[in-house]
């Protein structure tokens, strides 16, 4: 007979970056028979905590906005069937980007462990924008003229993952997530070394979580 552990934050989080091998990050951990991840990969809950998500106006962010998962009930609930004694986690890899998505889980969860996956923020900014292009989203065929508005989209109000430049400032981003959360708890990978040695970096990862 399993026992199921009471309704509370998630013990780790995959917080970053987009476009920087997140999704295979998170299903391999999913495959560890000593951890749960939440059955929705991006749940976004941290990044409005408990209120309706912002209305941004991007191409195809209002059908994005459908997919959050904002309401603590039901954030909690992703976690209902992880059977007791298994370290729970979720992935929403915006959570790097934005210090108040940060500064929510640092109130909710202090203890939790961080991981997050850094890109070449050349090579990240690219694919983010051919993710999009590719959905028939991105309205400029050319890459840079698309970062060269990107300004003038944040003011416009579109959603972060059309922020490719500014989801690749690692350096600012780092710097205070260690101002919210000890060091200890916090594992930074390469993207190159997830997609060149696998195995060693999951090792690593499964030794960090214990």
């Not at 199921?4 to 997140?22: C, E, L, Y």
């Not at 495959?31 to 998500?53: A, C």
């Not at 203890?111 to 990240?124: F, H, T, Y």
């Not at 983010?128 to 109000?157: C, K, T």
Request: charged letters at 25%; proline letters at 9%; aromatic letters at 12%.
């Amino acid at each position: 007979i399993l026992c199921f552990m009471p309704s509370r934050p998630p013990d780790f989080f995959v917080i970053g970056a987009p476009k920087a091998g997140t999704s295979a990050l998170h299903a391999a951990l999913a495959g560890h028979p000593d951890l749960f991840l939440s059955p929705v990969k991006e749940p976004k809950y941290y990044l409005s905590g408990d209120s309706p998500p912002p209305a941004y106006k991007g191409p195809g962010d209002k059908h994005s906005n459908q997919e959050w998962v904002w309401q603590r009930e039901r954030y909690l609930a992703l976690f209902d069937a992880a059977p007791q004694g298994v370290l729970r986690g979720e992935s929403t890899p915006f959570y790097l980007y934005n210090r108040d998505d940060r500064r929510r889980i640092a109130i909710d969860r202090p203890d939790a462990k961080l991981i997050a996956v850094l890109r070449d923020p050349v090579d990240r900014a690219y694919s983010n924008w051919l993710h999009l292009w590719m959905d028939g989203l991105e309205p400029r065929a050319d890459i840079v003229d698309a970062v060269a508005r990107e300004q003038e989209r944040v003011d416009a109000g579109w959603a972060p993952f059309w922020h490719y430049q500014g989801l690749g400032m690692y350096g600012r981003q780092v710097a205070d997530l260690f101002d919210q959360f000890p060091r200890e708890q916090v594992l930074l990978l390469r993207y190159k070394e997830l997609v060149d040695t696998p195995g060693q970096v999951l090792d690593r990862v499964f030794g960090f979580l214990g």
